[in-house]
């Protein structure tokens, strides 16, 4: 079964850049997105093809995608951004969905 | 403005058949490009796809469940119904069900997830 692999954790103080990578060997050729979870609640849509920011999404946050790695990059973290993320893609076949383990972002 | 609101049994017994209901509104099912799909999240873990219906009642599921899983719509009532047979503990979740394109966004709206308890 296909799988995408993240970090568990990442911890940055307030303003810093925090970066969350997703691995999956299908990557090359399907997109990306990504979600943000905070504690208690539904995950929220951030990132889509890639790179895509949603309205209402803030600038700070950006997303890419080279060779077999999504990057999702919260520039100036900010400590509302404290919470999961988790990225989405498909196989190279486009039958299998999957979620990353997710990253817990700790902003302090 | 679009909705979606999952309901369904707080706890059921391993063995028996799971109905996890998603009533939405906002939306029509038969859009062309619309989907719903339903993701889970057993505490404290992380989030499983599980199946996905579009407009045109193409449907997925997720490999390793697709023998105990049937997804249905019902245009007429905004409804989608996900079937799970023979649960187990390990099927103990929040179940979500979100609205997704077929390009583009992908599931950008959520429901608030739904808990369900599978114990003797």
């Known amino acids: 079964s296909y799988e995408l692999t993240q970090s568990p954790s990442v911890s940055v103080s307030p303003g810093q850049t925090a970066v969350i990578t997703c691995s999956g060997d299908?990557?090359?050729?399907?997109?990306a997105c990504w979600f943000q979870q905070k504690s208690g609640q539904a995950p929220v849509l951030v990132i889509y093809d890639d790179s895509v920011r949603p309205s209402g999404i803030p600038e700070r946050f950006s997303a890419s995608s080279s060779g077999t790695v999504a990057t999702l990059t919260i520039s100036g973290a900010q400590v509302e951004d404290e919470a999961d993320y988790y990225c989405y893609s498909t196989d190279s076949s486009g039958h299998e969905r999957v979620f990353g383990g997710g990253t817990k972002l700790t902003v302090l | 403005q679009i909705t979606l609101k999952e309901s369904g049994p707080a706890l059921v017994k391993p063995t028996q058949t799971l109905t996890l209901t998603c009533a939405f509104s906002?939306?029509?099912?038969?859009?062309?490009?619309?989907?719903v799909g339903w993701i889970r999240q057993p505490p404290g873990k992380a989030l499983e796809w599980l199946a996905l219906?579009?407009?045109?009642?193409?449907?997925r599921y997720s490999p390793s469940l697709r023998s105990r899983l049937t997804i249905t719509k019902d245009t007429s009532k905004n409804q989608v119904l996900l079937t799970m047979t023979n649960v187990d503990p390990l099927d103990t979740a929040t179940y979500y069900c979100?609205?997704?394109?077929?390009?583009?966004?992908?599931?950008?709206?959520w429901g608030q997830g739904a808990l369900v308890t599978v114990s003797s």
């Open positions: 299908a990557l090359p050729k399907k997109y």
């Open positions: 979100a609205h997704r394109h077929a390009t583009g966004p992908v599931y950008d709206y």
């Open positions: 219906i579009y407009w045109d009642d193409d449907k």
């Open positions: 906002g939306f029509s099912l038969n859009t062309t490009g619309v989907g």
